[in-house]
């Protein structure tokens, strides 16, 4: 799995319709109108996110490794 960092997923994840909601500490929420689910994002400057949180979130998120490009 290519490694990401969490700033680069905020932007991915932007890409694909979802919408900043609010940031608490180092995290940043996401949430989508026609979707009740809502993403955790931790954000800890450049560090990239460890490969099973990164998994976690993207099956979530509904995206699979090819939307990280």
Same mark, same amino acid.
């Given at each position: #799995?290519? /490694?990401?960092?969490?700033?680069?997923?905020?932007?991915?994840?932007? =890409?694909? $319709?979802?919408?900043?909601? =609010?940031?608490? $500490? /180092?995290?940043?929420?996401?949430?989508?109108?026609?979707?009740?689910?809502?993403?955790?994002?931790?954000?800890?400057?450049? =560090?990239?996110?460890?490969? $099973?949180?990164? =998994? /976690?979130? *993207?099956?979530?998120? $509904? #995206?699979?490794?090819?939307? *990280?490009?």
């Amino acid at each position: #799995m290519k /490694s990401v960092s969490g700033k680069a997923l905020c932007k991915i994840v932007e =890409r694909y $319709g979802w919408e900043l909601k =609010r940031i608490t $500490g /180092s995290h940043h929420i996401y949430a989508k109108e026609a979707n009740t689910v809502i993403l955790c994002i931790p954000v800890h400057g450049n =560090r990239d996110l460890p490969t $099973g949180t990164l =998994r /976690s979130i *993207l099956k979530d998120a $509904g #995206m699979t490794q090819d939307d *990280l490009q």
